[in-house]
C-alpha cells in the first residue's frame, strides 16, 4: 500500500464491535477486518477478542478501534458499527451505541433489531443458498459492512481475507465476500430509489 491514498475516516477514532455465537467465525471476521485497516489500509488499529461462553454457543464478541492516530485505549466504550449475527448479540451488545451508529444485523437470526434504523440483510440465507456453505456467511457479511461504511477499502479486506482463507478456499472465500459487496450495494440503489420517490411524491 505504500504511496496509496487513505480515506479519511469519518471520526477520528472508530468503534467497530462484530458479534455473533461460536461457530460463526466472529473472532476471524474481526481479525480479517483490523488487518485489513491495519496492515493493508496502513491505520492505527486495536483488537479485542471475546473468549468464554462463546465456546458453547453463546453471544461473543470482538472490538476493532481504527484510528489514524496511536490508540491510548483498546476497548469499545461509544461504539460507531454494529455487526449482529444473532438476537442474543444483538441484545447483549448493543447498550453502548452511538445515537447515529451504524447497526447491521443478519436478515435471518436477528428478528428484533435493537434500532429502527438497523440494517439487516441476509448474510447467513446468502451463504447457504448461494455458496451452500453456511460457516462463510461471516466473510459475506464483512464485505457488506465494508461497502456500506467505508472504514476499510475492498482491496485491503480481500488481501487480509486471502491471507488468512485455508488453502483451497480462496475461491469460495472471494465469491463470500463479492456477494456481501453486492447485497450491500443493492441495498443502498434501493434506499436511494425510495429517497428519490419520496421527494418526488413531496413536490407534487
Known amino acids: 500500500m505504500s504511496g496509496a491514498k487513505r480515506v479519511p475516516l469519518p471520526e477520528p477514532r472508530v468503534e467497530v464491535r462484530f458479534s455473533g455465537s461460536g461457530g460463526q467465525g466472529i473472532v476471524l471476521a474481526g481479525l480479517i477486518f483490523a488487518e485489513a485497516a491495519g496492515v493493508y489500509d496502513r491505520r492505527e488499529v486495536a483488537m479485542v477478542q471475546s473468549y468464554g461462553p462463546e465456546a458453547r454457543g453463546g453471544a461473543s464478541k470482538v472490538e476493532v478501534i481504527i484510528s489514524d492516530d496511536p490508540i491510548d485505549y483498546p476497548l469499545c466504550t461509544n461504539v ?27 436478515l435471518e437470526w436477528v428478528t428484533h433489531p435493537p434500532t429502527s434504523d438497523t440494517i439487516a440483510l441476509p448474510f447467513t440465507k446468502v451463504a447457504r443458498d448461494t455458496l451452500e456453505k453456511v460457516m462463510v456467511a461471516n466473510i459475506v457479511a464483512l464485505g457488506a459492512v465494508s461497502h456500506l461504511t467505508g472504514l476499510v477499502t475492498h482491496r485491503a479486506l480481500e488481501k487480509a481475507l486471502l491471507a488468512r482463507a485455508p488453502g483451497g478456499t480462496s475461491q469460495l472465500n472471494r465469491r463470500a465476500l463479492n456477494l456481501g459487496v453486492k447485497i450491500a450495494r443493492d441495498y443502498l440503489r434501493k434506499k436511494q430509489a425510495r429517497a428519490v420517490k419520496e421527494i418526488q411524491v413531496e413536490d407534487m
Open 80 to 106: 460507531d458499527l454494529l455487526l449482529a449475527l444473532t438476537q442474543e448479540a444483538a441484545d447483549t451488545y448493543s447498550h453502548d451505541l452511538k445515537p447515529n451508529a451504524w447497526v447491521v444485523a443478519d
